[in-house]
């Protein structure tokens, strides 16, 4: 999209408004506000789309494409990342036409081992940085913990904003801590979690969403999957408006990752409809949209089993990670 | 990775719930009984396709209605106590929630309208409304309006809401201890009839409910009917003005909902996308065929292009078609003469000057369609602006000042509805308290509440329906 097809009145000059502290609040407090009824409505109305047939096994096989196959314990082993890196490739092992995930999403001390077991098949390795999940370290330290996962091989990292920051005020703080983790990214691309669990409030989502793209997120992503309320229809919703508005503003487009309660086939098919229906079709690709999840692909593999063969299995016809 | 489409399947709800027989008489002291005068066809507006054949009641029709409802009134509903007449207007909401998806799939089917409206938003408000009403039978006395009923309830609904008119003018008829005689629409018969199955499976007692069938001429002779103590009628504006002259002398007690042309009102400071999609819930809601629709959209200039681009990024986005698919969100334009005031309006807003804009979308080649539509650069002067479409045809107006859009949202003839989007809770207050409208809705639009009372200003009638409000009508 080039300059001249920008929505009107969305002429701010996006780029230039982090010069102080309060332009950008100035600008964030600026955007239209999101009313919570109006929003959560829209979204249980898009809910209630029905994705039946051929549409479901599109949908099915898109959502398959766009999971981030994630385990982020403390427990975690390198068996249990090998395993995951062989599920993200061959999702179903028994049917070759089943997509392969679009990443697999671990700690940075995991990158190697699962760098090493997807191999060169096209699955993205990500990992989480910046003091995953709370953020609460200093700067240096969240540069050096980033600095380590792409030296380790990392495609993609999934870092979290500094809520403290953002809930104070101080927007700026959190605008120049993006800016120098994407710088310290290097190639890889950069999702920012905005935790929107602790944000509080829709109009909240909506600011954090713009200034992680003001900043030079690829991605922003709902939650860290450690904090509840994570990744609801209506949250997911609002980040779709900003992006889509943000390319209509600035040309570029950015992606949305929803993470953490996407549980169910069904669940991320609503996703689907929201995607299609409110950034457009345009995000419809795992480039421009992921789920971080981890049970969510044996259900979409089950209803895609049930999808091709007619008939329902039980868990024990797919793997458990 | 090439670019995928979700393009959704059809996902049509199956109609073999309903059973539609070929033909319906007269639901008249408690039995279906044959009509004396002819009989007219009710159609599918989405197929063009003869669901049945109903009786249209004559004048003798009307009074042997007329006098079972006294005959129950005198002998059995005006005599039972509230809390025992509750007791069946419980019954009947149940029996309308568990057979819900009948009565969703029949209202889509005789009217148009898509199913995920009469599912989600028709059938729960009628059965809401019974409940609602059930709950005030044995409390008349705190009402503050009397809890004496006015005796037999002569009502004439319209097509667009068949059942939600009917649980409107019925629910609060029968618990304040009334009897009724009810005219559904000509072109939407069938939810009254399967209503009626309702009624007597609910055992409700005979003559408390009667529905007659047919078109004006029946719906004249009910309202002129001598021994008919109360006229409730929902319509147009021309009609409802007839009735008035023809209620006017005696001692009929009267109440009309009539036409409407709301302003939706957006102002700068508004929750744009909530405002883009309560503006099209405004107006394409049911086809806009909804009388208090905010057909007329009022935005503040510095945000009008603004709020026009997502508005027409929004409308390509809905999904007109068959009815009965649970995606559709703009169903079939409910008859042909209808669809043909619609296109003579939008036509006169084109030979005007207004800019006219419609949505992209493939109509059906069958039934009668039209696609969402807005019209720009319309003035106050232009019939698009005056007139009441009744279709989803939206006229959007701008203003500069909060003034500048009172004046011209109260400008019209009409005072049913309004909205008014804005995050500044004191320039809702303010400007809810100038618009002449009986309703004003603040950042949302077309939400209807059994217990939040509703009703006009000026031409769009008097009276209110809903609430402790909607009691007085039928108390004395």
């Known amino acids: 999209m080039d300059a001249e097809e920008h929505a009107p009145g969305t002429t701010a000059a996006p780029l230039d408004v982090a010069r102080s502290d309060a332009s950008l609040r100035r600008f964030l407090h600026g955007l239209p506000g999101v009313d919570q009824v109006g929003a959560e409505a829209r979204a249980a109305a898009l809910g209630t789309r029905s994705i039946k047939t051929t549409a479901k096994a599109t949908a099915l ?72 999940p709370s953020g609460r370290a200093a700067l240096d330290i969240k540069l050096a913990d980033t600095r380590d996962a792409v030296e380790a091989g990392a495609d993609e990292i999934d870092m979290v904003i500094d809520r403290g920051a953002f809930l104070s005020g101080r927007y700026l703080e959190v605008y120049e801590e993006i800016v120098a983790v994407r710088e310290a990214c290097g190639p890889a691309h950069l999702k920012v979690i905005l935790e929107t669990g602790e944000l509080a409030t829709y109009d909240n989502v909506r600011r954090a969403s713009w200034l992680a793209m003001l900043a030079g997120g690829h991605f922003i992503k709902t939650s860290t999957g450690k904090v509840q309320p994570a990744a609801t229809l209506p949250v997911t919703m609002i980040m779709l408006e900003a992006v889509r508005d943000f390319r209509e503003a600035t040309g570029v487009q950015i992606g949305v990752k929803p993470a953490g309660g996407i549980r169910s086939a069904k669940d991320a098919i609503k996703n689907l409809v929201v995607v299609n229906e409110v950034a457009g079709p345009d995000w419809l690709d795992p480039d421009w949209f992921r789920f971080g ?11 895609r089993i049930k999808l091709t063969t007619g008939r329902y299995t039980g868990p024990d016809y797919v793997t458990v990670d | 990775m090439a670019r995928t489409e979700l393009e959704y399947a059809p996902a049509p709800e199956s109609r073999s719930i309903v059973d539609i027989k070929a033909s319906y008489g007269l639901f008249v002291g408690g039995e279906f009984v044959d009509g004396h005068g002819s009989s007219f066809k009710t159609v599918n507006p989405a197929t063009e396709e003869v669901l049945a054949e109903v009786a249209e009641a004559d004048e003798h029709d009307v009074d042997l209605a007329v006098k079972a409802a006294r005959r129950a009134y005198d002998r059995v509903w005006s005599r039972m106590p509230g809390s025992e007449r509750a007791k069946y207007l419980f019954r009947i909401a149940r029996i309308i929630a568990e057979r819900s998806r009948e009565l969703a799939v029949l209202e889509s089917i005789d009217n148009g309208k898509p199913i995920r409206e009469a599912r989600d938003v028709d059938v729960p408000i009628v059965a809401a409304h019974f409940f609602y009403y059930a709950g005030w039978a044995d409390k008349l006395r705190h009402s503050g309006y009397g809890e004496t009923p006015l005796g037999v309830a002569a009502q004439v609904i319209p097509w667009n809401f068949p059942l939600m008119m009917l649980a409107w003018k019925v629910a609060p008829a029968l618990a304040c201890g009334n009897t009724v005689v009810l005219k559904p629409a000509e072109t939407t018969p069938l939810t009254a009839l399967l209503f009626a199955e309702i009624c007597q499976q609910a055992e409700l007692p005979p003559g408390v409910v009667n529905i007659v069938t047919g078109a004006g001429a029946t719906g ?198 309004a909205g008014i989007w804005s995050d500044k809770g004191s320039r809702i207050l303010q400007v809810a308290s100038q618009l002449r409208a009986g309703v004003v809705w603040a950042n949302t639009f077309n939400q209807f509440d059994p217990t939040s009372p509703f009703g006009g200003y000026k031409e769009s009638g008097q009276g209110r329906e809903g609430g402790r409000h909607g009691l007085e009508a039928y108390l004395r």
């Not at chain 1, 997509?99 to 990500?126: E, F, H, I, L, Q």
């Not at chain 2, 169903?331 to 036509?347: D, F, H, T, V, Y």
């Not at chain 2, 800019?355 to 539509?373: I, K």
């Not at chain 2, 959007?396 to 009172?406: G, I, N, Y």
């Open chain 1, 61 to 132: 096989d898109l959502a398959i494409s766009m999971v981030d196959l994630t385990t982020l314990e403390g427990a975690d082993t390198q068996g249990k990342v090998r395993a995951l890196g062989a599920k993200a490739v061959h999702p179903d092992p028994s049917d070759a036409s089943c997509p392969r995930v679009a990443a697999v999403c671990v700690y940075p001390d995991m990158v190697a081992t699962a760098k090493a077991a997807v191999g060169a098949s096209g699955v993205k390795v990500a990992a989480v940085a910046t003091a995953f």
């Open chain 1, 293 to 303: 999840a981890s049970t969510l692909l044996n259900d979409l593999l089950m209803q």
């Open chain 2, 220 to 417: 004249q002779a009910l309202v002129g009917h001598p021994d008919v103590d109360k006229v409730a009628f929902t319509g147009s504006t021309e009609v409802g003005k007839a009735i008035a002259r023809s209620v006017a002398g005696t001692d009929k007690r009267l109440t009309l909902e009539l036409g409407g042309k709301a302003a939706n009102i957006v102002f700068d400071d508004a929750p744009l996308d909530q405002a883009v999609e309560g503006v099209v819930n405004g107006i394409f809601f049911n086809q806009g065929h909804v009388c208090c629709a905010g057909s007329r959209l009022l935005v503040q200039e510095s945000v009008a292009e603004e709020v026009l681009h997502r508005l027409k990024r929004r409308m390509a986005t809905l999904r007109v078609g068959d009815p009965l698919d649970k995606n559709t969100d703009v169903g079939a334009i409910n008859s042909p003469e209808q669809l043909a005031r619609i296109r003579e309006l939008s036509e006169a807003g084109e030979a005007e000057g207004a800019e006219r804009w419609t949505a992209p979308c493939q109509l059906p080649d069958t039934g009668w369609w039209f696609a969402p539509t807005l019209f720009t650069d319309v003035t106050q002067a232009h019939r698009i602006a005056r007139e009441e479409i009744f279709g989803p045809v939206l006229s959007v107006l701008t203003f500069r000042t909060p003034a500048e859009a009172v004046a011209k949202a109260n400008n019209t003839p009409y005072g049913l509805s």
